[in-house]
Nanobody, 119 residues
């Protein structure tokens, strides 16, 4: 089992920045892909960005150039730096850890943190 704890959400004005953190209960980055998803009211959960165990990253088109995913292996923490925030970035942001192992697929979620972009 892996527990994921997110923090860093809040209210920010358009154009502002926030950094989200997700700390895992144990060292998993060498075998898990870490990702951030978000879900806005009335919409489906969508993938924002991910970083593989090898360090490769990908981003949704809507956040490219504004958001950056990174990780600190020593702290078992993955970050989402969000710059130039827009009202349409308002959502609950979820941290996800997933891997495909010989014993099966493992998929874990954090509790979510609210990000509200509004003036």
């Amino acid at each position: 089992q892996v527990q994921l704890v997110e923090s860093g959400g809040g209210l920010v004005q358009p154009g502002g920045s926030l950094r989200l953190s997700c700390t895992a209960s144990r060292s998993i980055f060498s075998i898990y892909t870490m990702a951030w998803y978000r879900q806005a009211p009335g919409k489906q959960r969508e993938l924002v960005t991910a970083i593989t165990s090898g360090g490769s990253t990908n981003y949704a088109d809507s956040v490219k150039g504004r958001f950056t995913i990174s990780r600190d292996n020593a702290k078992n923490t993955v970050y989402l730096q969000m710059n130039s925030l827009k009202p349409e970035d308002t959502a609950v942001y979820y941290c996800n850890a997933n891997t495909l192992a010989t014993t099966g697929t493992y998929n874990y979620w954090g509790q979510g943190t609210q990000v509200t972009v509004s003036s």
